[in-house]
């Protein structure tokens, strides 16, 4: 299995550019979200799912989008990309049932807006 | 808004010795601690966690303790080894949802 993917690995925008986080993960996994981390920070939760069709605000989503159409694929789009949204984007997943705290992460999307 | 934090930025240990990493929480509510290992260029990996209604833990090398009195939570690693060189992150959460909060780290750098 592969577990969680994310691409891209890195990218560069312009302040106002578009761009779609890709996130994947193959092990049936009911729950998902993404994270931000800055440096000097913890991880940040920007949005969540916890299942097909449903998503939820986590602690900084304003300018964030998410959708979740399939229990394998969880996009982060940003609209209008600002400097402040440079940062180390981390995709994660955990099964439904009992909460054991352990996330799934994957390796990371790092965003660099100009 | 409630906080994780840490006590140390960064820790250097000898190779075989014990390392102690500490956290201090906010949130007295929280239900669940968790700790996290996350190597350079990696995400975050799950170490090992523990519940508000327990003391200590142990995995394989590693114990959490938690003194909820001084809202305290250490992760102590036995014989430390060169592959437990990383950033460590200690976690709270509420009510088993998604919204862990996460504190801002420990560096781990082992000393050969």
């Known amino acids: 299995n592969a577990g969680v993917t994310q691409t891209p690995k890195f990218q560069v925008l312009k302040t106002g550019q578009s761009m779609t986080l890709q996130c994947a993960q193959d092990m049936n996994h009911e729950y998902m979200s993404w994270y931000r981390q800055d440096p000097g920070m913890g991880l940040r939760l920007i949005h969540y799912?916890?299942?097909?069709?449903?998503?939820d605000q986590g602690e900084v989503p304003n300018g964030y989008n998410v959708s979740r159409s399939t229990t394998e694929d969880f996009p982060l789009r940003l609209l209008s990309a600002a400097p402040s949204q440079t940062s180390v984007y981390f995709c994660?997943?955990?099964?439904?049932?009992?909460?054991?705290?352990?996330?799934?992460f994957g390796e990371g999307s790092r965003l660099t807006v100009l | 808004g409630e906080s994780v934090g840490l006590h140390l930025p960064t820790l250097s240990v000898q190779e075989g010795d014990n390392s102690i990493i500490n956290c201090a929480y906010s949130?007295?509510?929280?239900?669940?601690f968790i700790w996290y290992k996350q190597e350079s260029g990696k995400g975050p990996q799950f170490i090992i966690d523990?519940?508000?209604?327990?003391d200590k833990r142990q995995g394989q090398r590693v114990t959490v303790l938690l003194n909820k009195t001084v809202k305290h939570l250490s992760l102590q690693i036995a014989a430390t080894q060169p592959g437990d060189s990383a950033v460590y992150f200690c976690?709270?959460?509420?009510?088993?949802?998604?919204?862990?909060?996460f504190g801002t780290g420990t560096r781990l750098t082992i000393i050969p």
């Open positions: 949130n007295s509510a929280s239900d669940y």
């Open positions: 799912s916890v299942g097909a069709g449903i998503t």
């Open positions: 523990i519940r508000s209604n327990m």
């Open positions: 994660a997943s955990r099964p439904g049932g009992t909460w054991t705290g352990e996330l799934f």
């Open positions: 976690a709270e959460n509420n009510f088993g949802n998604e919204k862990l909060t």
